[in-house]
Each structure stands twice: as structure tokens, then as C-alpha cells.
């Protein structure tokens, strides 16, 4: 069972939310926020797996509420605001995915469960045109981190798959894995993207034609 919370402002939307996915089998609305701040609160106290979590908010907005949130849930934006700023803000601060909120309910669903399972919900080729015009090389260090632990994070940032990974390098999938799955840990990225991010800020990749 997949837990979820919904954080809204509009009442009717996330009454919406909640019987759309209440009505889902593996799904289950453990509570619903009306602010950034509850939505914090209420992940600290529920423990959900998944935030549907609204951008403009009263209190705190859906960006810092996903910050502070952290590591207790993965983080999904819907919102009818579809900039690209946004878009980066929420990366960065931890969200999974990013969704606008006429979405079909279909696909809201579907969304929720690739959140759940670990996977970031942003077209590889969108993340990293985002991170490329918004990330500010130099504020962040790659202390800690391998040589070849490099090599596979320079090549996540090109948008590589790990299948394209281990041809590149000449690596094993197990082993592939284990370096991301150290890459995770020691720069503290909850996904994919994050490791983009990462790269970026970093100086590791720089822009195209930079």
C-alpha cells in the first residue's frame, strides 16, 4: 500500500485528489494540508511515502515545505504553473517529479506509484536542459567522491542510462549500481536528478557549447 498526502490550498482540489486516489487499490490518503507548514508537519506525523505537494501555498510554499520534508517522503509537485524555475526550485529541493495539474487522472496516478518505487518523474532530456539553465557551477564540492565514481556521474549528467554506462565503461550492471548507489549517499541525492544537479553546481559538466 502506497501511503500518500495531499498538500493544497483549494479545498475542492484536494477533496478531488483524495477520492481519486482513495479509490485506487494500492493507495491510501493518510492526511491532507492546507499549507507548507502543515504538509511538514503532517509528514513528520504520518510517515507518508508520497506528497502531492502544491508550489504556491500559504505559511511556507510547496518548495521549502519539500525541503524541510527531506528524506521522511518522496516529493511530487502539481501545480498549474508551468515554469521552468519552478521546475528547477522543486529539483532541487529534494522533489521527485513534477506534474501540472491538468494532468489527466490516469496519468497522476501512474506518477504517484513511479515516485513511490524510487524513480524520478522527469523526461531525462527535460532535467537536463532545466539543470543547464539554471544551475550555478562552483557551489557545491564533490569531496569524497572517486575517480571512477566521476567517470559515472559525469555520464548520469550527459544522460546516460546505466545500460549505456556499463558499455561506455566497461563496468558490470551490479557494479554500475554500486556506484550510483554510493553517489546517493555521499551527496546526499534522493534520485537521479539530484545527481544532475549535482554535477552541474559542481563544475563537473559544464553547459552545452560552454
Known amino acids: 500500500m502506497i501511503r500518500v498526502l495531499i498538500a493544497d490550498d483549494q479545498v475542492l482540489l484536494r477533496g478531488s485528489f483524495r477520492v481519486l486516489v482513495d479509490n485506487e487499490p494500492d493507495l491510501d490518503v493518510v492526511g491532507e494540508a492546507g499549507t507548507g507548514a502543515r504538509a511538514v508537519e503532517l509528514a513528520a506525523a504520518t510517515r507518508p511515502d508520497v506528497v502531492l505537494m502544491d508550489v504556491r501555498m500559504p505559511e511556507m510554499d510547496g518548495i521549502e515545505a519539500t525541503r524541510r520534508i527531506g528524506d521522511a517522503a518522496k516529493v511530487l509537485i502539481v501545480t498549474m504553473f508551468d515554469l521552468d524555475a519552478y521546475v528547477y526550485a522543486a529539483l532541487r ?13 490516469a496519468d497522476l496516478l501512474a506518477a504517484i506509484r513511479v515516485v513511490a518505487a524510487g524513480e524520478a518523474l522527469l523526461a531525462p532530456t527535460v532535467t537536463r536542459r532545466l539543470i543547464e539553465e539554471f544551475a550555478r557551477p562552483s557551489v557545491r ?16 549528467a550527459r544522460g546516460l542510462s546505466n545500460t549505456e554506462i556499463t558499455e561506455r565503461l566497461h563496468l558490470s550492471m551490479a557494479t554500475v549500481k554500486t556506484h550510483i548507489g554510493r553517489l546517493l549517499t555521499k551527496l546526499a541525492a534522493r534520485d537521479r536528478a539530484q545527481l544532475v544537479i549535482a554535477a552541474y553546481e559542481s563544475g563537473l559538466v559544464v553547459r552545452s557549447g560552454a
Open 93 to 105: 529541493a529534494g522533489a521527485s517529479g513534477f506534474l501540472l495539474k491538468d494532468t489527466p487522472p
Open 141 to 156: 564540492g564533490l569531496d569524497g567522491i572517486t575517480d571512477r565514481e566521476r567517470e559515472v556521474l559525469k555520464l548520469i
